[in-house]
């Protein structure tokens, strides 16, 4: 027997004698977990390219490759352009079925749940946008169909919900409810908390912040969730742990500058580290707010339940992402921006792929999806205060929970 001819006995040896085959020289490797995807759909740098093509091909997290121990069985997309589709390619090279129907894809066409994990990615696609704003995709009722697999199978796997839940806080709750109800290990939100923070930053449980601010960029809908989860895995970590948000304010235009020179006052010296670092990677000033090619900045003001005050200035121009809060007592804030190191693009992505790899083998998700649910409903009365023109009080977002001991982000 040569040395090819080995090779190959030695994978087709099953598990259950891997032992005895290791100690004749034939190593097994780790069992990888069958995972199906669920997508709106899947285009190059869409979500589930730049996620779900790490969890096929391995990722850099930290700068250093790791081969995924996730194996795509099987994919369903909601959409399929014909001129941009990468599916039919991908599950031709990575040995994964295309299916017609979310059933289909979790059951392997079968009657009842046949894989080890779902990854569900509602982002991007040809959906409407309403009149605030929002863009319309069809989370609720393409992930009620992922429960209703497990309602129908009697058991449920470590499922991982990329960002937001829904544009509408009925439909998250709802999703979170009836998730909580049939009881499966959940990991959702934003791949920004997990990525690089320089300078690097991780208040310690029970700090006394008082008061904290982000700063981030573009559409309001899908990048506001992401600056909102920037500050929230910060603020998360005060003392008592979080209680929720008792009322939110959508401004724009000259409310803004008001704001600030009035009952927002407080905020202007923790906006001003994040300004300059901006400034500082942008090589160049920024706008104004109130210059008219600032292109209608947003400001979303949170009041928290326990007497947190926050702000998040959302601008139309690149500024990155990050966050400053100040502690009771201390007049100087402690800051941090998630970092985008531009020669490794996309880190973000590879700390996420990180993430959801070990969440979907282990079932022990990096944070708790109470987070997710929070900013998910944060945003969406942010949108219910743009429709009414104030204040917004939001009983419902009494929303309680502990942050982590040791969260994990990247660090290089």
């Not at 009697?154 to 009881?183: C, L, M, N």
């Not at 959702?188 to 700063?215: F, H, K």
Request: with cysteine; proline share 7%; glycine share 8%.
């Amino acid at each position: 027997m040569n040395r090819r001819q080995w090779v190959r006995l030695c994978a087709a040896v099953p598990a259950g004698i891997a032992e005895a085959s290791a100690q004749e020289g034939c190593v097994q490797p780790a069992a990888r977990t069958k995972v199906a995807a669920v997508v709106t759909v899947y285009h190059h740098y869409s979500h589930a390219d730049v996620l779900i093509g790490r969890l096929l091909a391995g990722y850099s997290a930290n700068a250093q490759w790791t081969p995924s121990q996730t194996q795509i069985v099987s994919l369903h997309a909601d959409q399929v352009p014909q001129d941009a589709d990468m599916t039919r390619d991908l599950a031709a090279r990575n040995g994964f079925r295309r299916y017609g129907s979310i059933r289909e894809a979790l059951t392997l066409g079968g009657k009842s749940l046949a894989v080890d994990g779902v990854v569900f990615i509602g982002e991007h696609g040809d959906y409407p946008t309403n009149q605030l704003g929002q863009k319309l995709y069809p989370r609720f009722e393409l992930f009620s169909q992922v429960l209703d697999v497990y309602e129908a199978s009697g058991h449920a796997v470590p499922t991982f919900f990329d960002k937001h839940f829904s544009y509408s806080w009925e439909k998250a709750q709802a999703i979170y409810k009836r998730a909580r109800k049939i009881g499966f290990p959940f990991m959702a939100g934003s791949s920004i908390p997990l990525t690089v923070r320089r300078p690097e930053l991780d208040p310690p449980l029970e700090s006394p912040i008082t008061e904290a601010v982000a700063l981030g960029f573009g559409d309001p809908d899908a990048y506001g969730f992401h600056t909102l989860e920037a500050m929230q895995c910060m603020v998360e970590r005060r003392r008592g742990g979080e209680t929720g948000v008792r009322s939110v304010q959508w401004i724009e235009g000259d409310g803004i500058q008001a704001w600030r020179d009035g009952p927002g006052a407080w905020s202007k010296p923790l906006f001003e580290p994040l300004f300059q670092a901006s400034e500082r990677l942008r090589g160049k000033p920024l706008l104004t707010l109130s210059e008219e090619h600032s292109k209608k900045p947003v400001l979303f003001v949170l009041n928290y339940r326990d007497g947190l005050k926050a702000a998040v200035l959302i601008l139309t121009e690149n500024v990155g992402f990050s966050t400053a809060f100040r502690f009771a007592g201390q007049e100087r804030p402690q800051f941090t921006s998630f970092s985008m190191p531009v020669e490794r693009p996309l880190p973000n992505w590879d700390a996420m792929a990180r993430c959801v790899d070990r969440f979907l083998a282990t079932g022990v998700p990096p944070n708790p999806v109470e987070r997710t649910l929070l900013t998910t409903g944060a945003l969406a009365f942010c949108f219910e205060s743009r429709r009414t023109g104030r204040v917004v009080e939001t009983p419902d977002l009494a929303v309680s929970y502990r942050a982590p001991a040791h969260p994990w982000f990247e660090t290089a």
